[in-house]
């Protein structure tokens, strides 16, 4: 028999496909993980047990969570529901604002952020902007375009054809504007023409050929003329979908009527967009034109403009954007997610969209040597578990994208592109996740648990969800403050010993013996497996083996529940290898667990151990040495 022994030091490709069995000779395989749940992927190759969540609010139904940061050092948590805005700072409420959007319309809202303003923008809602006041006061008001001398400084287009014409009944006053086809609807009511570069204001729909209207500026005729326009933004023609900021200027991503326009304003006046003469600070004004359909569903700013469509990635160019130096170019063809607005994230300088197909993670990054951006998928081995995205968000702290899955399930993908890093794992809480964000260094997730929605807040110090700690200065048996746990099954850690299980009451749990601290919450179960045996090599294809004895480096873990071939069993890290529950409070190890295995195995398709932990204590797995015997 031959004595095989293997080393794995690294989990930096992440939990990969089953697809991957019969491929050992890809790096991915010595790297990755059959399965990886509820982990976090050190970006020095380690697992830990991810975060637990701590309760912060309940909140008053699904939404979305936005990120507010209003300097360096102070930030607000948004909570956008049914027709209102609810701010936190804190991890406490301090504003709720009435909002116009309702629940079904909150997927499709985009933002930016410059200073203390937050841009909205929804294609079937006039824009807002939501302001932090100097005292701590919010606003939310609509947008409002450069006027001068009651001159509105605002994108126009002609909707109509190219031949249909306008006939104005006068040159001033309040005149009745009458076009030869049929164009005009009750909506256009306050919406504003140009006719002849003049600008007038719609007072009255009379029907669909006549409207009445006030002159703003004199017209210069009352011929019939091809030369007019409407406000290109209006409850008719709908509103912008995406909206960003780039070289001092307000970019508008499409709109519902035109959704594959881009306007510029004018370059330091944010909110002008006339487009004057064409002089290098005026404003900018393209459709994006191609064999396809390319309607926009982002607008990035990072070395360019960064414009992401149905269909395609674009490059806007210009250094700096002028009139006469702009030119887009298209990159790639993945195309972005159309049925919702999932914002575009910069992770070490890449760009990362989810992809049209709702299973792809694309990485968006210029090249020097072409000149261009290329487009590379990052779940391409772990294609199982990126499910119809509909959230994202990036922690900087931590090295972690986070995703949510329409199915209530997350993932978490660690990157490091410096060191080649970008792995994959899945994660799942007693509920269902709606929204996450990351605020300055916290990560904030929205839950819907039995019929509520809950705002949490990912901690390192928690190891249960939805979880309370709590301390008193004299040990107590009742703890309460758990209302939103009402009737649930809850774990309980006292003074750090894991408990039997309660059940919430009168939104209190009682112990047995008094305590004098708890965390208590709903427990959720870590699982790392590995891949099996690679068969490329002295283990060979098809040959029986068996684990002779592994060891378990660990770090700062306190419980190691383990099956070798014979169920999982929980291992006593105090002596290394006794069986026994742990039942009272156990120190932090860190060190090798060696553990002795029995038993062959025929399926080369099965990993030789597994750990599944549901003990809400501190786990990190550095690496696994295994001795193998291999039946010649």
Do not use: C
């Not at 210069?220 to 933004?233: C, K, P, Y």
């Not at 982002?298 to 160019?317: C, D, N």
């Not at 049209?356 to 072409?370: A, V």
């Not at 060696?594 to 786990?619: C, H, M, N, V």
């Amino acid at each position: 028999m031959t004595r095989i022994t293997e080393m794995k030091t690294t989990f930096t490709a992440g939990e990969v496909s089953r697809e991957l069995l019969g491929r050992g000779d890809l790096r991915a395989y010595d790297n990755g993980a059959l399965t990886l749940r509820n982990v976090f992927i050190n970006p020095t190759g380690g697992v830990r047990r991810r975060f637990g969540l701590g309760y912060i609010d309940t909140a008053p139904g699904a939404g979305k969570l936005i990120a507010f940061e209003f300097n360096t050092e102070q930030t607000a948590l948004l909570l956008l529901t049914d027709l209102q805005i609810d701010v936190y700072t804190g991890g406490l409420k301090v504003a709720t604002i009435p909002a116009p959007w309702e629940e079904a319309q909150i997927p499709q809202i985009a933002w930016t952020q410059s200073a203390d303003t937050l841009l909205l923008v929804h294609p079937d809602v006039p824009p807002k902007k939501l302001t932090r006041g100097s005292g701590g006061t919010w606003t939310l008001s609509d947008w409002s375009f450069f006027t001068d001398n009651n001159v509105v400084h605002q994108p126009y287009y002609k909707f109509a054809d190219s031949e249909v014409t306008l006939t104005p009944s006068a040159t001033t006053g309040s005149i009745s504007l009458t076009a030869s086809a049929s164009i005009f609807e009750a909506g256009h009511e306050n919406t504003r023409l140009r006719v002849g570069g003049k600008e007038v204001l719609i007072t009255d729909f009379d029907s669909p050929t006549v409207v009445t209207a006030d002159v703003i500026e004199d017209l210069t005729g009352t011929d019939a003329t091809i030369d007019w326009q409407e406000q290109a933004f209006s409850p008719v023609r709908g509103y912008p979908v995406t909206v960003a900021f780039h070289q001092d200027r307000l970019v508008i991503g499409g709109s519902r009527d035109l959704p594959n326009r881009l306007w510029f304003s004018k370059s330091g006046d944010l909110f002008n967009f006339d487009l004057g003469t064409g002089l290098e600070d005026e404003a900018i004004e393209f459709a994006i034109l191609s064999d396809q359909v390319n309607a926009i569903r982002g607008v990035f700013s990072s070395r360019h403009l960064q414009v992401f469509t149905s269909g395609a990635e674009w490059m806007v160019t210009g250094d700096p954007l002028t009139p006469s130096a702009v030119q887009i170019r298209r990159q790639t063809r993945t195309g972005s997610v159309i049925d919702r607005y999932i914002p575009p994230l910069n992770v070490d300088g890449a760009t990362l969209y989810v992809a049209r197909n709702k299973s792809e993670i694309h990485e968006f990054i210029y090249t020097d040597l072409e000149q261009a951006y290329t487009s590379t998928d990052l779940a391409l081995l772990s294609r199982h578990i990126i499910i119809d995205p509909v959230d994202q968000d990036y922690d900087q702290r931590n090295r972690l994208l986070f995703v949510v899955r329409a199915d209530g399930k997350f993932a978490t993908l660690t990157v490091f592109r410096a060191e080649s890093v970008s792995a994959w794992t899945q994660h799942e809480t007693d509920g269902n996740v709606k929204s996450v964000s990351v605020v300055g260094d916290e990560v904030y997730m929205l839950i819907e648990r039995a019929g509520d929605y809950l705002i949490e807040l990912f901690d390192p110090n928690l190891h249960l969800d939805s979880a309370l700690a709590g301390e008193a200065g004299s040990p107590t048996t009742v703890w309460s403050g758990l209302d939103h746990l009402e009737g649930r099954t809850v774990s309980v850690k006292a003074d750090g010993a894991v408990l039997a299980d309660h059940t919430v009451t009168g939104g209190a749990v009682t112990l047995a013996e008094p305590a004098s601290a708890v965390e208590i919450g709903l427990p959720f179960t870590h699982i790392v497996e590995p891949l099996p045996p690679n068969e490329i090599g002295a283990v060979g294809a098809g040959r029986k083996l068996r684990l002779v004895r592994g060891i378990f480096r660990v770090n700062n873990t306190a419980a190691l529940r383990l099956d070798t071939g014979q169920g999982l069993k929980d291992i006593t890290l105090r002596q290394f290898g006794e069986d026994e529950i742990l039942d009272e409070p156990a120190p932090l190890v860190s060190g090798d667990i060696k553990i002795r295995a029995l038993g062959w195995q025929k399926d080369g398709t099965k990993p030789l151990w597994r750990i599944e932990q549901s003990a809400p204590l501190p786990f990190e797995l550095l690496s696994v040495t295994t001795e193998l015997k291999v039946n010649d």
